[in-house]
């Protein structure tokens, strides 16, 4: 049975602090604990199978005391016995991970008529009961036949109360019985018959079970806690808490109560260092565009044959999946998703039909399953891969580094450019201008700043934090055959920040740090803008330059006042394959 509940939504842990009493009164009684208990939510009612034993599997990793159930463990509701005798058996089956007691409380798929009764106290034992851990006192009671507290039998309502007077000096007393009648009356401030003695004799909290979803509430001090399925028919309700299980910590400051979801609670060794190692691995060469689709000046693609190679590089386990496209409006891929299966250690190319007719950001995101180890997965996501180009002019006489930018051998700006995440950049404008000959690259970048006085820009030292102050920044790779990558950055001062950055499949991202460029700069600061010119020596890059050529590209704009940036290309990365191409014209 499903009910709607209260309560707003919540991540993967919920944390629903309850604490009551007070640090004096628990010293007086002497409860120095903490004591830490699981609460498993119903298996049952239209269960799915697999759940309940990953969720015991879960509670035995964070190894608590003991375990509670709130019922609904078999399916029942058969009057053929060897069927439930087999049920019982394949449930208690299921709690072979745990090394803690656990205390079962009966609900209507377990008992439902005297013969299931009978078969219940064969398998478990009494439908109702007390125990003591520590200073603590905690009660099951059996509502698995009765629709209300006042159907609960005499008999069972006399045991009840004969235990909580004999155990009224217990620290704190818990009680657990499996229908919520208390959601139906006290929670909407009708009288119930079994609230009422609870709160006359001081017990602290309540669980139950039942309604396969969470909500909780306080009344007359009592902790009222409807755990929601740990297998049975779930209803995330408004939370979007799934499976899970209520985790249960008592000590010196009260009592506090935590909803754990399925798939919360991981082993230590759920990913080895070798494993991400692999991993890294993975997202550098699993998925290799052959070569970039190339972006217009309009910042359109043309109707593009897109070739990828898929690389398996588990030595062990097979790729099985199906390969998908995330395709936002104005893009098109064809085919938008496709199966893909690879034996271990081996490749497959793909080929894809690509092309946009509107605005360049976001675009499409490609993703797959790898195989990293026995039983786990990498979702590797890669964007499509796109390169747009700017062109370095040969420059038949240098430019005068001065920092003006005012000989007509500066020429064609770039000046689109993009905000972080893809929308129109949201800085002041900005203009970079690139130039080459023999010896050396020039570039320069004329920013616009309308409140130049706010400008920050204080680091002098080379490889100072240039890049967090107000700055430009480029990386520049030579030889797009190498994974050879150099960082330089420089702000308002004339002030350079570079380094070297490797990439390889086997050891990802390698800064070098104590690399250190030779470069002529010079920076100027008028009322509304600042601007840089530089040249750089080609030396350094092991490289000459010559018509035609390409190098891989990516630059820009660091604006504090706004706490944001405007790249060329989106995102900024040290890897190259997220460049775009500077041609040497």
């Given at each position: 049975m499903n009910k709607c509940g209260l309560f707003q939504k919540v991540s993967m842990v919920l944390f629903v602090t309850l604490i009551i009493g007070c640090v004096a009164q628990a010293e007086a009684q002497g409860n120095d604990c903490p004591i830490r208990f699981a609460v498993i939510g119903d298996r049952t009612g239209g269960h799915t199978p697999g759940i309940y034993?990953?969720?015991?599997?879960?509670?035995?990793?964070?190894?608590?005391?003991?375990?509670?159930?709130?019922?609904?463990?078999?399916?029942?509701?058969?009057?053929?016995?060897?069927?439930?005798?087999?049920?019982?058996?394949?449930?208690?089956?299921?709690?072979?991970?745990?090394?803690?007691?656990?205390?079962?409380?009966?609900?209507?798929?377990?008992?439902?008529?005297?013969?299931s009764l009978e078969l219940y106290e064969n398998h478990i034992g009494k439908p109702y009961y007390s125990f003591d851990i520590k200073n603590l006192h905690f009660i099951i009671l059996d509502n698995s036949c009765w629709e209300s507290s006042e159907e609960l039998s005499e008999k069972q309502i006399d045991w009840l109360i004969s235990d909580l007077e004999k155990h009224k000096k217990a620290a704190y007393t818990f009680v657990f019985y499996h229908k919520p009648f208390w959601y139906e009356t006290t929670a909407e401030d009708k009288n119930d018959?079994?609230?009422?003695?609870?709160?006359?004799?001081?017990?602290?909290?309540v669980f139950t079970g039942h309604y396969h979803i969470y909500f909780g509430g306080e009344y007359d001090e009592i902790i009222?806690?409807?755990?929601?399925?740990?297998?049975?028919?779930?209803?995330?309700?408004?939370?979007?808490?799934e499976y899970h299980f209520a985790w249960v910590t008592v000590d010196k400051k009260g009592?506090?109560?935590?909803?754990?979801?399925?798939?919360?609670?991981?082993?230590?060794?759920?990913?080895?260092?070798?494993?991400?190692?692999?991993?890294?691995?993975?997202?550098l060469v699993g998925i290799d565009f052959e070569k970039p689709v190339f972006v217009k000046e309009d910042l359109t693609v043309a109707d593009t044959k897109l070739v990828i190679e898929f690389n398996n590089l588990s030595p062990d386990f097979e790729l099985e999946d199906t390969l998908h496209w995330e395709i936002p409006e104005g893009w098109f891929v064809e085919p938008e998703s496709l199966f893909l299966k690879i034996?271990?250690?081996?490749?497959?190319?793909?080929?894809?039909?690509?092309?946009?007719?509107?605005?360049?950001?976001?675009?499409?995101?490609?993703?797959a399953h790898f195989p990293y180890a026995q039983g786990k997965n990498y979702e590797l996501e890669k964007d499509l891969r796109i390169a747009r180009e700017a062109y370095c002019y040969r420059a038949k006489t240098p430019p005068v580094i001065d920092g003006e930018i005012s000989e007509p051998v500066w020429k064609n700006p770039v000046s689109l450019l993009f905000s972080p995440d893809g929308n129109p950049m949201s800085i002041d404008p900005v203009n970079f201008y690139f130039l080459y000959d023999e010896k050396n690259?020039?570039?320069?970048?004329?920013?616009?700043?309308?409140?130049?006085?706010?400008?920050?820009?204080?680091?002098?030292?080379?490889?100072?934090?240039?890049?967090?102050?107000?700055?430009?920044?480029?990386?520049?790779?030579?030889?797009?055959?190498?994974?050879?990558?150099?960082?330089?950055?420089?702000?308002?001062?004339?002030?350079?920040?570079?380094?070297?950055?490797?990439?390889?499949?086997?050891?990802?991202f390698d800064a070098e740090r104590t690399w250190n460029g030779t470069y002529e700069v010079k920076s100027i600061k008028g009322s509304d803008f600042w601007s840089i010119e530089a040249r750089i020596p080609l030396s350094q890059f092991e490289i000459a330059i010559k018509p035609g050529q390409k190098w891989g590209l990516n630059f820009r704009r660091k604006q504090k006042r706004f706490n944001s940036s405007a790249d060329w290309q989106v995102p900024i990365t040290y890897d190259p394959e997220t460049y775009g191409f500077l041609i040497m014209k």
């Open positions: 034993g990953q969720i015991v599997k879960e509670i035995e990793r964070l190894k608590p005391d003991f375990v509670m159930t709130v019922g609904d463990m078999i399916e029942g509701y058969t009057e053929d016995t060897t069927v439930v005798n087999k049920e019982w058996k394949e449930y208690k089956s299921l709690l072979t991970p745990l090394t803690a007691p656990i205390y079962f409380t009966p609900g209507n798929h377990d008992i439902w008529d005297d013969a018959t079994l609230h009422s003695l609870l709160r006359n004799f001081g017990v602290d909290a009222y806690t409807g755990v929601g399925s740990s297998g049975g028919g779930c209803d995330p309700g408004p939370t979007g808490l009592i506090s109560i935590a909803l754990i979801k399925m798939g919360g609670v991981l082993p230590w060794d759920e990913v080895t260092a070798s494993d991400l190692k692999f991993i890294d691995k993975i997202y034996k271990p250690g081996e490749s497959r190319t793909v080929e894809f039909k690509v092309k946009s007719e509107a605005k360049l950001y976001p675009v499409p995101v490609l993703s690259i020039y570039i320069a970048a004329y920013c616009k700043d309308l409140k130049i006085d706010s400008i920050i820009a204080g680091v002098t030292d080379h490889d100072g934090a240039v890049y967090a102050e107000d700055c430009v920044g480029y990386f520049f790779q030579p030889d797009i055959g190498k994974g050879l990558v150099y960082q330089v950055y420089f702000n308002p001062l004339g002030a350079v920040f570079d380094q070297k950055i490797l990439v390889s499949p086997e050891a990802g």
